[in-house]
């Protein structure tokens, strides 16, 4: 029986904030339980947004024309049988990292479908209002929804939670354990 693999995208720009945090939760989780995991923190990376060229669909071998840091990306979504996509709440949605990597899974470097096609998947977020509908946080949960939804991929948990100074999600023990527990599920859960 081979391990879990998980790939989580952090997508704040803060590479040690509140998202971070739980993502890093979901991590000891994951590998207490026995699995793999790695983390690539999208700010660092040059990710150009999609240029709706279609040769991802339509040119031989259907890889994405645009070569930058998602050329090393692509593999790992692959690989990963659960991928875990982490932001906080910027302006009533995710952030701009988190987009431009979820316009590139339009592509996907191995077949015509999408690369987030039928993945099992977590979303982690946070945001600084008292709610997630104050915050605007259910607009990109719920655009997240739609397009799992549209590429056939189950979504394991949604984690979110209150916390405007970074650092602050540590004193929600609730949450924190819920994230550990949500990793040590996946983490228990191989790769057939």
């Given at each position: 029986?081979?391990?879990?693999?998980?790939?989580?995208?952090?997508?704040?720009?803060?590479?040690?904030?509140?998202?971070?945090?739980?993502?890093?939760?979901?991590?000891e989780?994951?590998?207490?339980a026995?699995?793999?995991?790695?983390?690539i923190?999208l700010?660092?990376?040059?990710?150009k947004?999609?240029?709706?060229c279609?040769?991802?669909?339509?040119?031989?071998?259907?890889?994405?024309?645009?070569?930058?840091?998602?050329?090393?990306?692509y593999?790992?979504?692959?690989?990963?049988?659960?991928?875990?996509?982490t932001?906080?709440?910027?302006?009533?949605?995710?952030?701009?990292?988190?987009?431009?990597?979820?316009?590139?899974?339009?592509?996907?470097?191995?077949?015509?479908?999408?690369?987030?096609?039928?993945k099992?998947?977590?979303?982690?977020?946070?945001?600084?209002?008292?709610?997630?509908?104050?915050?605007?946080?259910i607009?990109?949960?719920?655009?997240l929804?739609?397009?799992f939804?549209?590429?056939?991929?189950?979504?394991?948990?949604?984690?979110?939670?209150?916390?405007?100074?970074a650092?602050?999600?540590?004193?929600?023990?609730?949450?924190?354990?819920?994230?550990?527990?949500?990793?040590?599920q996946?983490?228990?859960?191989?790769?057939n």
């Amino acid at each position: 029986m081979k391990k879990s693999k998980t790939l989580i995208i952090l997508g704040s720009p803060r590479k040690k904030g509140n998202t971070a945090i739980l993502a890093e939760k979901v991590s000891e989780g994951i590998i207490k339980a026995g699995g793999e995991v790695e983390s690539i923190f999208l700010h660092n990376k040059q990710i150009k947004p999609c240029s709706h060229c279609n040769s991802c669909k339509t040119k031989e071998g259907y890889k994405c024309s645009i070569k930058d840091d998602m050329q090393d990306i692509y593999p790992k979504i692959r690989e990963a049988n659960t991928i875990i996509l982490t932001s906080p709440v910027y302006w009533f949605n995710y952030t701009a990292q988190l987009k431009l990597f979820i316009d590139r899974c339009y592509a996907n470097n191995y077949s015509k479908n999408y690369a987030l096609k039928n993945k099992d998947i977590g979303i982690i977020m946070t945001y600084g209002a008292s709610t997630l509908q104050s915050s605007g946080g259910i607009h990109g949960i719920n655009s997240l929804k739609e397009m799992f939804d549209y590429t056939n991929c189950n979504i394991l948990k949604i984690l979110h939670g209150s916390a405007y100074e970074a650092g602050e999600i540590r004193s929600n023990q609730k949450l924190m354990e819920k994230a550990y527990q949500f990793g040590f599920q996946i983490g228990h859960t191989p790769d057939n």
